[in-house]
């Protein structure tokens, strides 16, 4: 883990700027986690699964 690393966690929310709604991004579950939290790896990018529908596209 480098210093100026960024980590995102479960949770967050995520916006589109072609949608109308914000979703939330949702960690596959993982053995390890930080600060009783899981964090996303690269392969966190599934749609349906890990990224929701941001409603209709505007």
Request: charged fraction near 20%; charge should be negative; proline fraction near 7%.
């Amino acid at each position: 883990m480098a210093v100026d690393d960024k980590y995102v966690m479960n949770g967050v929310w995520l916006t589109c700027d072609k949608g109308v709604t914000p979703s939330r991004f949702n960690v596959t579950p993982k053995p390890v986690q930080l600060y009783d939290e899981h964090f996303a790896n690269e392969l966190d990018k599934i749609a349906l699964v890990n990224i929701l529908p941001f409603g209709a596209c505007s």
